[in-house]
C-alpha cells in the first residue's frame, strides 16, 4: 500500500456516503508530495456510518487538513526509509506530552491515534499560539475518540477537534492504519483487518 492508496481509503471510508467523493482526487508517491483535492463545503448529515444533526461540525476542507497532516506524520516516522509506513507505538504515543506543551492530559487509549493527536496539538497551536485552553481529557469510549477541552478556541479549532473524533471511528486504535468500528459482544473498537483477527475469542 502507497500513502496515497491508504489515504484515499481513509477518506472514502470517513465520507461514505457524501456525494462529493465524486469529486475526490488523491495523488503523490511521498509524505511531502501528498495531495488531496476534494470539492470545499459541509459534508451531508450521514458520513462513514456517523449521522449528524442537523449537519456534520467540520468542513470537508478540515477533514481533510487533518487527514493530510497526519498521513505525512504517519509515512515519515520510517524515514529516511521512506516511503514505507512504521505503526505508532505506546512511546509515540507519550512523546506527545514532551512535543505539545497542550497535551497536558493522560492519553486513555491505544497509540494508534498518535499521529492523530500529534496533527491536531500542532496544527491548534498554528492558528493561535495565544488561546487560553486547554484539553480535560482525552480517551476512547465505545471505540472512538472523545476530547474534551475547556477555555478559549476559535471555531476552526473546535471543528479540528471535531474531525478527529470522527476519523478517529475509521483508524485502528492500535496501529493507526484504515480500520472499522465494530461491536464485538457489547464491546465497540475500531480495528484494522489485522488487529481484529482472534478477537473475538
Ligand atoms: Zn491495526
Not at 77 to 84: D, L, M, T, Y
Not at 126 to 142: C, G, T
Amino acid at each position: 500500500m502507497t500513502i496515497a492508496d491508504e489515504t484515499r481509503t481513509l477518506i472514502q471510508a470517513a465520507l461514505a456516503g457524501d456525494p462529493a467523493l465524486a469529486s475526490l482526487s488523491v495523488s503523490g508517491f511521498s509524505p511531502e508530495t501528498l495531495s488531496v483535492h476534494i470539492a470545499p463545503g459541509r459534508p451531508v448529515k450521514s458520513i462513514g456510518g456517523f449521522s449528524y444533526s442537523p449537519e456534520p461540525p467540520f468542513h470537508r476542507e478540515t477533514l481533510m487538513e487533518l487527514i493530510i497532516r497526519m498521513q505525512r506524520l504517519r509515512w515519515q516516522r520510517a524515514a529516511p526509509f521512506v516511503p514505507e509506513v512504521m505503526p505508532p507505538e505506546q512511546r509515540d504515543l507519550q512523546a506527545l506530552h514532551k512535543k505539545h506543551g497542550k497535551a497536558t492530559v493522560g492519553f486513555e487509549c491505544g497509540p494508534g491515534w498518535t499521529d492523530t493527536f500529534d496533527a491536531v496539538f500542532t496544527w491548534l497551536n498554528e492558528i493561535d499560539l495565544n488561546r487560553d485552553w486547554s484539553p480535560s481529557q482525552i480517551k476512547e469510549k465505545y471505540g472512538t475518540l472523545r476530547f474534551y477541552w475547556y477555555g478559549d478556541l476559535p471555531d476552526l479549532g473546535d471543528e479540528i477537534i471535531e474531525a478527529a473524533e470522527h476519523l478517529s471511528g475509521h483508524l485502528c486504535e492500535i496501529c493507526g492504519a484504515p480500520g472499522v468500528l465494530r461491536s464485538d459482544g457489547g464491546w465497540w473498537s475500531t480495528r484494522c483487518r489485522d488487529h481484529r483477527k482472534g478477537w473475538q475469542s
